[in-house]
């Protein structure tokens, strides 16, 4: 049993809680032991939070993590003591149905990432009350140290700075492979993308890098806009009348291609708008949450068929992350892909709190937690 300091979140809508949790360290067939050393502060475990999206509680939050193996369990082989990790917030399994056809991102053990236990149902973290803590999406990155799956690992090279490398963890391939995977932007498109927090802004790069001639990016905040025309965006507007009215200018009403809506929370509205600015042929991607049980795409079913259109969900941008973390890395060490310029503030495990208000009010592209230890 070891000792470690965690963010917890007991009651929607009430602030995290920072305590010391016990955490079994006597591993398990296929189980890690990670010291986490950094963590991406996503909008996801904003979500869980505020109620947006039901977990069960207690939980740690963080799910956008990196560290270095301690120690592993009987059986493990896709790690050893001293690898520097970066955690898929999916894990993978490598033999289910998904994994074993390329889709790695809706494998099997997927389904207990809002639960928190680890695969074979243990919950390694307890309070002080002895109550069952878990990890939000089986990872609880907020927390010094926690026992993960090796399903969740990745190996990462040993010179890979996981201060960067930490936000290919969530952030980088969902956006990045909402464009590329999901949207499979082609060279010379006209492309969309709603909402530049720390997974739009990737879905501007993906897209960039992909090919995009025209590519527009949307967000109410002006920090955001600069963000997105500096890392790729030919153009940046508030809303999304003024994108559709720059996009039926510049494909003389041929409308976009592809659009990507990566808002904090997706609304009926923006569906909508967004649907009818793709034009024939056109994709719709959907990558931001809500509430799960939340009715949000209300659309024309017979434009939808005339005119060829999709809609269609991404999670973890449709990437294989065994395989899409260390390449999207080599993209970072080649300078196509960027990730410093990401990185709007750091903050201390205790800071957590600030860290959610700082992304509520629109300040970061994304915040990224250091754990001291
Ligand atoms: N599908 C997946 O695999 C996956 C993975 C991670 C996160 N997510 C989800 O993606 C969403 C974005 O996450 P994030 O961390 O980038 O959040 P974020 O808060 O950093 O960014 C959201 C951005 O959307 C902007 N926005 C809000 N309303 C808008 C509107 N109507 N039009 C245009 N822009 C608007 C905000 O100003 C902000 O810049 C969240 O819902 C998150 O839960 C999905
Ligand atoms: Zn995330
Ligand atoms: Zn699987």
Known sequence: MIKTKAAVVYEIG??????????????????????????????????????????????????????????????????????QVVCSF?????????????????????????????????WPMKNSKGEAVGGMCMLGT??????????SCVKVDDDVPLDKAVLVGCGVPTGWGSAVNTA???????????????????????????GAKNLIAVDPLENKREKALELGATHAFATAEEAMEKVTELTRGQMADKLI?????????????????????????????????????????????LFRKTVKGSLFGDCNPTTDIPRIIGLYQSGDIKLDELITKTYKLEDVNEGYEDLEEGKNVRGVMIHQH
């Open 261 to 305: 809506i990566t808002t904090g929370l997706v609304e009926e509205p923006q569906v909508t708008t967004g649907f009818h600015t793709v034009g024939k042929g056109g994709t719709v991607v959907l990558t931001g949450l809500n509430k799960l049980d939340l009715d949000n795409i209300k659309l024309p079913g017979s434009i939808m068929t």
């Open 184 to 210: 499979n932007v082609r060279p010379g498109e006209t492309v969309v993308v709603y909402g530049i927090g720390g997974i739009g802004i990737n879905a501007v790069q993906g897209a960039a890098y992909a």
């Open 14 to 83: 009430k602030p995290i809680v920072i305590e010391e949790l016990e955490l079994d360290d006597d591993l398990q067939d296929g189980e890690v032991l990670i010291k986490y050393t950094h963590a991406g502060l996503c909008h996801s475990d904003l979500h869980i939070k505020n109620g947006d999206m039901e977990a069960r509680l207690p939980m740690v939050l963080g799910h956008e993590g990196a560290g270095i193996v301690e120690k592993v369990g009987p059986g493990v082989t896709r790690v050893k003591p001293g690898d």
């Open 142 to 151: 907020f927390s010094q140290y926690n026992v993960i799956s090796q399903a």
């Open 90 to 122: 999916i894990p993978n399994c490598g033999t289910c149905r998904y994994c074993a056809s390329g889709q790695q991102s809706i494998c099997d053990m997927g389904a207990g990432i809002l639960e928190g236990g680890l695969p074979n149902d243990r």
